[in-house]
């Protein structure tokens, strides 16, 4: 009878000692635990001029950008996605010297103010660049990471008129440079170009382990893509009925 009640006193038993085995059990589950918190993110890498050139001309449907951002997130599990492209500025006061990007507010006050003050013959181009730079507001809005540079301006040998501007903002400097720069940040990469030029920064990124996923169109996608991408390779176009703009 002594020995029941010291036992069972309270209402309770005592605590049956951790065997060798179960505690080897916590002790694994605490491992896995810390490993799966421990894992690195995915990003996202869009080289806009390569794949969304032309709009539904080209790719045969717009494109809903927060659908797509969506579909990034779901699929793939991006916590981050950075779009690259250029815009004409009009000598807005900015340096790619001073590492900071490019403030589009700011900017949107510049060619607003710009806009009131030009000639008739002086609002076309000035209205197409307040037309992107809204566009890449409402991308930042959506969740996107803007990475947007002034574009340069130059004219063809044969406009001696200086009638039409050609632009050119070669981004593929700027995203080739983050693939890098963030690398010991991400896991995977989710890039969308189909650009040859940058098989070699993609092979490395594979061969040091990083997981490598293109979405590109198909028939503009280089060889040299292809075959890092392998069997992850994502035709854009097929994508369609979950990405398309009604």
């Known amino acids: 009878m002594g020995f029941s009640f010291f036992m069972k006193r309270g209402g309770t038993e005592s605590p049956k000692p951790i065997s060798k085995k179960e505690n080897k059990i916590v002790e694994t589950k605490k491992t896995v635990t810390e490993v799966a918190s421990d894992q690195k993110p ?127 903002a070669n981004c593929d400097v700027d995203l080739t440079f983050d693939l890098m720069r963030y690398m010991e940040q991400y896991s995977g990469a989710v890039v969308m170009t189909g650009d040859g030029d940058f098989a070699p920064v993609l092979s490395y990124l594979k061969y040091h382990d990083r997981k490598i996923t293109v979405i590109s169109r198909y028939d503009r996608t280089a060889s040299e893509i292809r075959t890092i991408a392998g069997d992850d390779l994502v035709d854009l176009g097929k994508l369609r009925s979950r990405i398309i703009l009604y």
């Not at 001073?98 to 060619?111: E, M, Q, R």
């Open 42 to 168: 995915v990003y996202a890498f869009i080289d806009a001029s390569n794949i969304f050139w032309g709009g539904r001309a080209s790719l045969g449907f717009n494109v809903d950008y927060k659908k797509f951002l969506a579909y990034l997130n779901t699929t793939f599990a991006v916590t981050k996605t950075f779009y690259y492209g250029g815009i004409r500025t009009f000598d807005f006061e900015y340096s790619v010297l001073d590492n900071k990007p490019l403030d589009l507010a700011k900017l949107l006050l510049h060619l607003n103010d710009l806009q009131a003050k030009a000639k008739d013959e002086e609002k076309a181009p000035i209205e197409r660049s307040l037309n992107k730079l809204n566009f890449y507001m409402l991308l930042e809005s959506y969740g996107y990471t803007m990475k947007i540079k002034p574009a340069k301006v130059y004219y063809g040998e044969e406009d001696e008129e200086r009638a039409l501007p050609l632009l050119k």
